[in-house]
């Protein structure tokens, strides 16, 4: 037996460390935490000093008695969770549920996976930080007591499974404000004029009058000033000037340029790096600091002299500017500066590259340029036109990384000018006056609301993935389709002294995975700032945080902080939940021509509908959904109207019914029974009988079989995940080694023996009288099946030691009870219990 237990909160990490420490060292994981708030009750005593209530899951209630076990036995327990505040509180929940011996446990962190890191941590052991743990706790106690208190408002007042959270909620109010400011934008026109010259060697540039034109008579008017002009250089400005290099990656950068030049979202950009983490491969991931370690800017200055040259490396202290950083005290680095190119998987590799480029070139020397500014004048008006450049005399860092921007930072990129003199005519070759309209303001991408939360104080490192997911996964915010809509503009030519007009048309608003706020997702913030002000106000969260901060130095008690805050948010709610009015997010659109009734626009029980009448007239009111490209605040009178057009009746076709309607996934003509897609671009209200029987003959010759095997028919599709064959009611993914549009037999045969095979492995257990079976899962896990009921195991559970009755019970648990009719007088009914936010 081992005489040292080392806990981690991740099995990847405990089978990398596991590597460097000898015989005498079992490593195990905790699988993260091992005890939280209760699922089904607040959890939280409100009453006296806010103590959480912590259990443990019974999904890990083995895991739990399987590391008491093992500390029991050892002769020294080393809780090795990760260094910020999170895995501090999880290093408590194991001392506290394994109730280790304080003379035989050691507390260690370590910012990165190395074997020297981990030496040191063990020689460097010290107690649990109870500071940090207490501003885990806080957060967690904070959120909960937000999400379970607002959460059962927002069921009774807007719609029931609804949540709210003290980050997510204000994360979408920034989206939804946007969204707005969008929407009440005008765009103003002007002109830009912008000239090409060509010196008397022979080359040509461009230059651009540094003012706009209000009108085209005014840029017409320009224009007309420059007809037979004499063109010569009036003043040439040449400057030395250089660029420095970024920062390292803190957890904000790395998830904004990961999305820039890699297009990761901020989800897949922490999961990659959270892999580089555990295969020892960089440092902490999650971490508002700038600072590197000596041991990394010596490592780096070596790299660089080795790898560059002496005049390429320049040692660069840098100095956060984060409120309140938190206790992960490095940027985000390679662990070896000497490891440019590792044997990774593919988004790794560009992503350790990402971080070891940004962490090199940290600490390179300026780029040396030359800046060159040229005026040109003309004869016959004032007007100056200018023209810059620039030169790179030394490249510096730039040999290695340039930080990319976001789109509303981008600036035009200055070239070489041309050899040029004070005094040297030009020759104009054409001058341009082209229609420009003012741009609404940007939506905000994953990469930029990420820089928008953390410009505002809100959130922490481990927050900002979670939130953006969270939002989405309620359906409060979407990634845009916006394909853009076509503009026309002018532009006028002023070429051989003579002026001429063309009319130009170019794409704008196309807002493709940006994020837009859907309909609930602005009913459910309008509510929110209405009536809990505070909860949503950008500079309440950010002070939240910064009482976190200062709970973790130990400089604020956390109990009174919540107790401040519960004072006055707890009557709030009360009064809300029993005062404020229902919010649909209604909208009087104008009134029915036919009827003379009301039509309106409003959430409803399955989602944004058109209404006609009112719930108050005699007769009953109609309603429509509506399409996916409406929202209730931009669908017009007429728009809403066509809506009571569909279903579409289209006749019949061999002798079945045919018509055309939009559902959940867009719009499609139904066909007898048969629901067929229709394709992109294509809408149900103006789709042609002619039409439909086109996609009906597609659906059939594609559903006819294409085979038989084991006297069973073979069909093939394409779905949601690419190409398929269909056989004996299973889908078989038709992988990019087979030609899909010439399968021949064998391919077939080989699919589907594959397909058996597979379904082979994957069974682990099976009761086939129960109709209950045991397979494998993604991700190392395993599932209970019975019919259409799936239990998911945790990771933890050993799905080959489960009994029937285990498996029985489980499935009992999750099948759905049948609603039965009571006899007996109703009681009360109960108030309903808050979901919690996780």
């Known amino acids: 037996m081992a005489k040292n237990l080392v806990i981690v909160e991740s099995p990847a990490k405990a089978k990398t460390i596991e590597k460097f420490l000898g015989k005498d060292y079992k490593v195990e994981s905790s699988f993260g935490h091992i005890a939280d708030l209760p699922s089904k009750e607040l959890g939280v005593d409100v009453e006296n000093d806010f103590t959480p209530k912590y259990v443990v899951d019974s999904e890990k209630k083995k895991l739990v008695k399987k590391l008491k076990d093992l500390a029991d036995k050892a002769e020294v327990i080393w809780l ?101 400011a969008i929407e009440a934008f005008t765009p103003e026109a002007s002109f830009k004029v912008v000239a090409e010259f060509k010196t008397e060697s022979g080359s040509s540039f461009s230059a651009k009058i540094n003012k706009t034109f209000s009108s085209k008579k005014a840029a017409q008017d320009f224009l007309n000033k420059n007809i037979g002009a004499n063109f010569s250089i009036a003043n040439l400005d040449k400057k030395p000037a250089k660029k420095s290099p970024a920062a390292p990656f803190t957890t904000s950068t790395l998830q904004q340029e990961a999305a820039r030049k890699l297009y990761f979202s901020v989800g897949r950009t922490m999961q990659v790096a959270q892999r580089l983490y555990e295969a020892g491969l960089i440092t902490y991931m999650r971490t508002d600091s700038v600072n590197l370690s000596k041991e990394a800017l010596d490592a780096a200055k070596e790299a660089i002299i080795e790898n560059y040259g002496k005049e390429y490396s320049e040692v660069r202290n840098y100095v956060g500017k984060t409120k309140g950083a938190q206790e992960a005290h490095e940027a985000v680095r390679p662990t070896d500066m000497k490891r440019q190119s590792p044997s990774l998987e593919r988004d790794q590799a560009r992503l350790y590259e990402l971080i070891w480029k940004r962490t090199l070139a940290s600490q390179m020397s300026d780029a040396q340029l030359e800046r060159t500014n040229v005026k040109i004048q003309a004869d016959k008006h004032k007007e100056e036109f200018t023209a810059n450049g620039e030169v790179i005399k030394f490249d510096g860092f730039l040999k290695v990384y340039l930080e990319g921007h976001d789109d509303e930072e981008t600036e035009e990129q200055e070239g070489m000018l041309p050899a040029m003199k004070v005094g040297e005519t030009l020759l104009n070759n054409y001058i341009t006056a082209t229609e420009r309209f003012s741009r609404a303001p940007y939506r905000f991408t994953e990469a930029s609301l990420v820089k928008k939360l953390e410009e505002l104080g809100i959130g922490r490192p481990s927050t900002y993935a979670p939130t953006i997911s969270t939002i989405q996964n309620r359906g409060y915010v979407e990634k845009g389709t916006i394909e853009g809509v076509e503009r026309k503009y002018t532009q006028l030519v002023l070429e051989a002294n003579n002026v001429q007009e063309k009319n130009l048309t170019e794409t704008v608003g196309s807002d493709k995975g940006k994020m837009v706020p859907t309909d609930i997702g602005m009913i459910v913030t309008d509510f929110l700032v209405n009536h809990f002000e505070t909860i949503l106000d950008y500079n309440f969260t950010a002070k939240v945080e910064e009482d976190f901060d200062e709970i973790a130095t130990g400089d604020e008690d956390w109990g009174k902080v919540m107790k401040d805050f519960y004072k006055d948010f707890h009557p709030k709610v009360e009064d809300v939940e029993q005062n404020a009015d229902r919010a649909s997010g209604e909208r009087i659109l104008g009134t029915d021509p036919k009827t003379g009734r009301q039509v309106s626009v409003r959430l409803g029980r399955f989602g944004p509908m058109v209404q006609i009448g009112t719930a108050e007239e005699e007769e009953k009111p109609q309603f429509a959904s509506l399409l996916p490209e409406h929202s209730l605040g931009t669908i017009t009178f007429d728009e809403a109207m066509e809506l009571f057009k569909l279903p579409k009746d289209l006749g019949t076709y061999e002798g079945e019914e045919v018509s055309a309607n939009v559902g959940r996934f867009g719009p499609y003509v139904k066909f007898g029974k048969k629901f067929i897609s229709m394709e992109k671009g294509e809408s ?6 002619e039409r439909a029987i086109e996609l009906i003959k597609e659906k059939q010759k594609a559903d006819s079989p294409i085979a038989s095997y084991e006297d069973m028919e073979v069909t093939k599709g394409v779905g949601r995940f690419g190409p398929f064959i269909k056989w004996n009611g299973m889908f078989i993914n038709v992988n990019k080694k087979y030609d899909f549009d010439t399968l021949s037999y064998e391919d077939i045969v080989e699919l589907i023996e594959a397909k ?16 209950i079976r045991i397979e494998k899962a993604r991700w190392g896990r395993h599932n209970v099946l019975k019919g259409k009921i799936k239990v998911e195991l945790a990771k933890t559970v050993d799905a080959t030691k489960i009994t029937l009755e285990e498996a029985k019970a489980m499935i009992e648990k999750k099948t759905p009870k049948k609603k039965t009719k009571a006899k007996a007088k109703p009681k009360a009914k109960a108030k309903a219990k808050p979901k919690t936010k996780k």
């Open 756 to 771: 058996k095979q597979k379904e082979i492995d994957k069974l682990i257990q099976e009761w086939p009288e129960e109709g």
């Open 684 to 689: 149900a209200l103006d789709i042609t009988k």
């Open 80 to 180: 090795a969770s990760d260094e910020d505040r999170e895995g501090e509180a999880i290093s408590w929940h194991l001392a506290e549920e394994l109730k280790l011996d304080k003379n035989k446990t050691r507390r260690i962190v370590f910012n990165s996976i190395t074997k020297s890191a981990i030496q040191k941590a063990i020689e460097n052991p010290r107690e649990i930080n109870y500071n940090l743990v207490n501003a885990q706790q806080a957060r967690r106690v904070l959120d909960r007591l937000v999400g379970y208190e607002l959460s059962p408002v927002l069921w009774k007042k807007i719609k029931p499974g609804l949540s709210a959270g003290r980050v997510q909620s204000v994360a979408v109010r920034l989206i939804v404000e946007r969204e707005r």
